[in-house]
């Protein structure tokens, strides 16, 4: 749809790329567009089994473009410029609730709403410069693209009070101890180990991952027996893929097992 976001598939790995490097990948309606446009293709195409998204010019995402908020525009209405960030916003819910792994590389500064989008990811592979900070209330904003949500649910409402009210700056390692990144690597290593991991998802059992997320997504929100039913019937339909008969296979012959996917 745009250029602004980049889209290669690699034997099942979609990877997406936010691309304004001039402006550090800040989200302006454009991109948001593209990459909620992105979301929907990973969902819906059956070749897409895992997702890894990064941003382009060594910078993952420093939020909503500021310079271009304050710049005069035309008068949008209050329910005109709630609907149109609520479209964007759109990209969060979609890798959050997509029934595939996705993978945030996150390098150089994830702020704002670049954040958000990183925590509504899998899982997430920090740069060990990477600067990471809610930001919003450092220029006036309550926040959005659901980093409230993402992280209350991710390290309690303590935390997340204290982030986004005091919009601390953190270093990789601050947030790998608080639990928000999932590996810190050297800035070096950042692609390789990135890829690398998203690839492994992708070459996973891609119906069984898919349940697993769900599973997660629904002990947010779902009562305990709610969520033992439908552990019970993603578990059994997991029994009955080839992947899984393949494990079982591989366990017993005692080598690697080839997933395909289904």
């Known amino acids: 749809m745009t250029d602004l976001v980049l889209e290669s598939l690699d034997q099942g790995l979609l990877t997406i790329t936010m691309n304004r490097p001039d402006r550090r990948n800040a989200l302006n309606p454009e991109m948001a567009g593209g990459l909620v446009a992105a979301a929907r293709r990973a969902t819906d ?124 700056v953190l270093t990789a390692q601050e947030a790998l101890a608080l639990g928000m990144v999932t590996k810190v690597v050297p800035d070096a290593e950042i692609d390789e180990v990135a890829h690398e991991l998203a690839m492994s998802l992708a070459q996973g059992p891609s119906v069984t991952l898919g349940y697993i997320k769900r599973n997660i997504n629904n002990a947010e929100h779902m009562s305990l027996e709610a969520c033992f039913d439908a552990e019970a019937i993603h578990h059994s339909r997991a029994s009955e893929t080839a992947d899984h008969k393949e494990a079982a296979t591989a366990f017993v012959e005692k080598r690697k097992p080839v997933f395909h996917g289904h």
């Open 45 to 168: 195409d059956p070749e897409v089994r895992a997702v890894l998204l990064k941003g382009a010019g060594g910078t993952f995402c420093v939020g909503g473009d500021v310079k271009s908020m304050a710049a005069s525009r035309a008068p949008m209405t209050f329910e005109a410029k709630a609907a149109n960030l609520r479209r964007g916003m759109e990209v969060s819910r979609l890798l959050h609730e997509l029934p595939k792994p996705v993978v945030a590389q996150v390098e150089g500064a994830a702020a704002g709403a670049g954040l958000s989008i990183a925590l509504s990811c899998d899982l997430r592979v920090a740069s060990a410069s990477v600067k990471i900070t809610t930001a919003f209330a450092k220029v006036g904003l309550s926040g959005d693209y659901g980093g409230t949500y993402f992280l209350t649910h991710l390290l309690g409402s303590a935390k997340a009070r204290e982030l986004y009210l005091m919009s601390p």
